[in-house]
């Protein structure tokens, strides 16, 4: 298989080097799909944010060629509302129209770049205030693992970098690889939630039962009717409180969770089989047909024939 997308990597000063090998493994392991490149912005050796440096073989010279750029995140000392004359000429030689993805840390460069004034992104749910009082142009989204907004994806602190890189596979090339590059690195193919679930928070007093109990049985029910009642019952909660507990936990409402596993799910039976979208939708739980249409035009934007042509190329059995 021949390489068509070249995804440039930048060392920055002060790199965290957990995240920067992120991109490496996870696209890495997308069978060929993508070159990675590694670069510096002021010279080849590169301080990290431990004890150690690196060296890496090339210069900013790089970018001008990538189609996908990845900002790794740097040491929170090193944070600026400017950029450094050597990272602004980085900078400059991006084309226009490049992905451009950061993780954690790396949504200030941008932000400082002015590239994100306007447009939704996230940060390390730790950065909010300051993110917040020295790029007050930007959407911040604080609760999220990562934003997808075209050419600019923002992502959250660690491993949100493997949760985005996950999405560019889906993205490129669709949950099948998805799914097999978060097996062979180890990692959930996708998380519930965001970054709610990790923010410093007292723990719930009402009891030690939590929701992971009635997620597990709505992913085993999903084609059947669920109501929210039924998930409190599995719960072992009242109504009330498995919704706030569900919220604390996940990050997001029960009710947009289970949409976004029956989305999900429709979009793997739409890439692994010719089933007719009326039935797919009867198997993940959506009324209609229609049904199935709207939600996954609301979260992918496109119609199902579209989404099976682009990952499966055939259209058999589609209404």
Known sequence: MSVSHRVVVMALPGVYPFELGIPNRVLGAADGRYELVTCGVGGTSVPTNTDFGITVEHGPEVLAGADTVVIPPFDTDRLSRDLSPAMSAALDTIRPGTRVVSICTGAFVLAAAGWLDGRPATTHWSLTEVFRSWFPKVDLDPDVLFVDDGDLLTSAGAASGVDVCLHLVRSD???????????????????????????????????????????????????????????????????????????????????????????????HLLESTDLPVDEIAGQVGFATGTSLRQHLRAVIGVSPITYRRTFRGATSGVS
């Open 173 to 267: 090339h669709g949950s099948e690889l998805a799914n097999r590059v978060a097996r062979i690195c180890v990692v959930p193919p996708w998380r519930d939630g965001g970054q709610a679930q990790y923010i410093e928070q007292p723990v719930p007093q009402e009891g030690r039962e939590g929701t992971a109990a009635a997620r597990a049985w709505a992913m085993e029910h999903l084609g059947e009717p669920i109501t929210l009642n039924d998930l409190a019952e599995h719960a072992h909660m009242s109504l009330r409180t498995f919704i706030r507990r569900f919220n604390d936990e996940v990050g997001v409402s029960p009710g947009r969770w289970l949409i976004q596993q029956r989305v999900l799910r429709a979009r």
